[in-house]
């Protein structure tokens, strides 16, 4: 089973590549905003309660979404993979998600870090803002701040990896399918070697 966690900064093209990896390697994609937003609008038990957290203020706790997750892995028995987007976003997250996954007899298989220069990121997000209307993608005092955010907070998940020797840099520079080359090629190394 071929299990990625595709990793990056804002406006690094997570989304836009996770798409087409889905389909090359036929992985199912789960994203906790949308595994959230889905269950909010479908008031299931741990909709309700993500949405409690959420209306508070807070941060939805991590035994909350990886419920979520796992709920999600087991609606889908017969995948050959997942793509996971947006999480772990902390250590402990990852650690919840290993543990998870070993029950199921799998594992995450690499960390794909789409590796992205905070101006680009900038430029990025600003025309995506226009393009959009997404409100923060349109103000750059915001983009900054949720690029120190991930720098300070969700990048450290790579050390998690790295120790495992699961963790792949991507240069993330260049058009959608040169991209889309180098995640294509480090995943068919990953691969050949198992």
Known sequence: MLNIVLFGPPGAGKGTQAEKLISKYNLVH????????????GA???????????DAGNLVPDEVTIKMLEAEVDKNPNAEGFIFDGFPRTTPQAEALEKFLKGKGTTISVMLALDVSEQELIKRLLLRGKASGRADDANEEVIANRIKVYNEQTAVVADFYSV???????????????????????????????
């Open 44 to 54: 299931t038990d741990l909709g309700t309660l993500a949405k409690s957290y959420i």
């Open 164 to 194: 495992q020797n699961k963790f792949q840099k991507i240069d993330g520079i260049g058009s959608i399918d040169e991209i889309f080359e180098r995640l294509s090629g480090a995943i068919d190394n990953y691969k050949v070697s198992i």
């Open 30 to 41: 789960l994203s906790t905003g949308d595994i959230f937003r889905a269950n909010i609008k």
